[in-house]
């Protein structure tokens, strides 16, 4: 018996044996099959980093400036976003790169030889790699009741349109032009809320698009009188879902297709567990006690008692937090050396005072109203020698404020050096202030990003949990920053496509409330009494949280105590979304309730399953379980 046999068809055979006597609405303590809420993303050779590390769709950082020599791992847009969307979502998921491995069964089953994902997310090239027994899908999707979802107008294997239901004809649907607008027909749970017609962005280029027939498939959306989002149901268990665009930029072009690739997630897996952040915002403030440093950023340092008055109260009267970037040393120009910071009161080369011990004893009067976080070591290029030996003047300039890529010369600092600032930050800050920092942000967000110098690998090699852009996991290190906040550089309340779903980043200095002692109040009032403000520590947590679904209705989390730290002392919430077909066939095994780490915390009611609910943890890290009673 070969291994099709031995596993998924077993499986499919105890589902025929429950889906049988479904019709005959069975007594209420008949099994439900839940399969593992985990994705597995297929991919060709669009992931450009050999090495499996560093997952990056871009070269051109909106944060450097023009001439700007920058080098690095560039992938495929769909597949970096793809990527992004899931993790800043929370959405488990592993990645099977087809142009380093076969195709084979085995890597979609556990252990036991059981399904080991409820659904697949593909994004291949078939004509970019080697050849691969793409056969294998068929028995993935019918055979072990694992859902496809297949992003992009590229031309599929003729297995993969069989299983979609669709035929890919030779030549072009359309001339080449802007994408056209995905019109959205009638009302089904993967494209609920898109409604009408909505025009894509522009896009870089012109663009062919394919001429598809939906054979055996619905069409949920056209685009230019094409299909271009369909679904078919392979099994009684499984969907076969086809989400189509432009490969170079099909998220971007069309961000409303994040929703759509959620809900089809869902869909195919019939629930997910995940974590949005609606009226939530990140105040984030930057280099507190960088004083004396520019020529544009020369103001002497916040006492006390300034900082009790002007940012403190007003952050406790709001009952919100504040994002604290600081770096734990300071450049000392007259004695030629790095300091510890908040250790000094001197007069600077301008005459400005600056009494760093006061200031300091102020930050920590307001540590119980915000986080710390690490900003690097000194916020200066490393050639201290040539820093010091340029003058007073010079060493005003802008420039000097790069300490992990060099702005006078274009070029990158080489590891060694930005891991010793990274690691001695990081150890300066926890013995200060007593926290560990998870969360890093470049001086001035100038990094390196070759992969010998890529900072974001080395903040992760130093243990921070996420950088500026990048999210640090132990398997891949992710640049999430089209989806982990809203843009920096604009006045914008939502990331396209995931309106509402997002916190908000609100970007500050302490030169600012030197500047305008209201400030804070001012920042603060203009969100109305309905969001809140968090630290980046929150959204880490979640990010780093291991959730792992499945087993008959039992939801498994367990927090790490290093990354997870948010929840030691604060309670945890998530979304789970149920799928039409798989929250009516819950609803009618009977009367359900729930239990929350072994202990009942809702009573067996009927109608217990709705479209969303909520699961709320208590605080505490390590393990936790919402479970179905009956």
Not at 60 to 67: D, F, S
């Amino acid at each position: 018996m070969n291994l099709k046999s031995s596993a998924c068809l077993n499986a499919l055979l105890v589902w025929c044996a429950l889906a049988l006597p479904l019709a005959a609405q069975p007594a209420p303590s008949a099994p439900v099959h839940w399969k593992p809420n985990k994705v597995l993303l297929v991919v060709g050779s669009q992931w450009a980093d050999p090495n499996g590390d560093i997952i990056a769709g871009r070269l051109e950082h909106p944060h450097h400036a023009a001439g700007d020599k920058l080098t690095g791992p560039v992938s495929g847009d769909t597949f970096w976003r793809t990527a992004a969307f899931l993790k800043t979502c929370s959405i488990p998921f592993d990645i099977l790169r087809l142009d380093q491995m076969e195709l084979r069964l085995n890597y979609f089953l556990d252990h036991h030889l059981q399904p080991a994902y409820g659904a697949v997310i593909w994004d291949v090239d078939a004509a970019e790699i080697p050849a691969r027994d793409f056969a294998v899908m068929r028995q993935v999707v019918a055979d072990c009741g694992i859902s496809l979802i297949v992003l992009t107008d590229r031309k599929q294997p003729p297995v993969i349109q069989e299983l979609l239901g669709l035929q890919w004809d030779e030549g072009s649907a359309t001339a080449p032009t802007s994408p056209a607008p995905y019109h959205f027909n009638g009302e089904h749970f993967i494209t609920r809320g898109l409604k009408g017609e909505h025009p894509s962005l522009p896009a870089a280029g012109d663009y062919r698009g394919p001429a598809v027939t939906a054979r055996d498939a619905t069409v949920l959306a056209t685009a230019g009188g094409q299909p271009a989002l369909t679904v078919r149901e392979a099994t009684g268990r499984a969907s076969a879902i086809w989400i189509g665009g432009n490969p170079a930029h099909m998220f971007e072009a069309q961000p409303f297709l994040l929703r759509a690739l959620r809900r089809a997630v869902v869909h195919g897996i019939g629930y997910s567990v995940y974590r949005t952040f609606p009226n939530t915002a990140v105040f984030r403030m930057d280099d507190p006690t960088c004083t004396a440093m520019f020529g544009n950023w020369h103001f002497p340092a916040l006492t006390e008692q300034e900082i009790v008055d002007w940012i403190v109260r007003p952050l406790q009267e709001r009952n919100a937090v504040v994002q604290l970037n600081m770096v734990p040393s300071r450049f000392m120009d007259a004695a030629r050396r790095v300091e510890p910071n908040w250790t000094q009161d001197y007069t600077d080369e301008i005459g400005e005072r600056h009494d760093l011990v006061s200031n300091g004893r102020g930050w920590r009067r307001g540590i119980e109203a915000g986080v710390f976080e690490g900003h690097g070591w000194t916020h200066r290029n490393p050639e201290w020698e040539k820093y010091w030996a340029a003058g007073p003047a010079a060493r005003r300039d802008n420039r000097w404020g790069g300490e992990f890529y060099d702005r006078f010369t274009h070029t990158e600092v080489p590891n060694a050096m930005q891991l010793f600032s990274l690691k001695r930050s990081r150890a300066a800050l926890e013995e200060i202030w007593g926290q560990r920092p998870l969360y890093f942000v470049p001086g001035q967000h100038a990094a390196s990003f070759s992969y010998a110098n890529h900072t974001a690998r080395l903040a992760r090699k130093a243990g921070y949990a996420i950088t500026y852009d990048y999210w640090l996991g132990p398997d891949f290190i992710i640049d999430v920053e089209p989806y982990l906040f809203t843009a920096k550089d604009a006045k914008t309340s939502d990331v396209p496509g995931l309106e509402g779903e997002r916190p908000i980043l609100i970007l500050s200095h302490d030169i600012d409330v030197y500047r305008d002692h209201d400030f804070m109040r001012k920042r603060l009032a203009g969100f109305g009494p309905e969001y809140r403000f968090i630290g980046v520590n929150e959204p880490i947590a979640y990010m780093f949280a291991d959730v792992r679904g499945g087993a008959d209705g039992r939801i498994e989390f367990d927090y790490s105590p290093e990354f997870c730290r948010h929840f030691t002392t604060h309670g945890s919430s998530w979304e789970l979304h149920f799928s039409d077909q798989f929250r009516g066939e819950l609803n009618r095994r009977g009367p359900a309730g729930v239990a929350i780490d072994g202990k009942p915390a809702a009573a067996p009611a009927a109608g217990f399953f709705q479209e969303r609910m909520e699961i709320t943890l208590p605080a505490g890290t390590r393990a936790h379980t919402w479970e179905v009673r009956r």
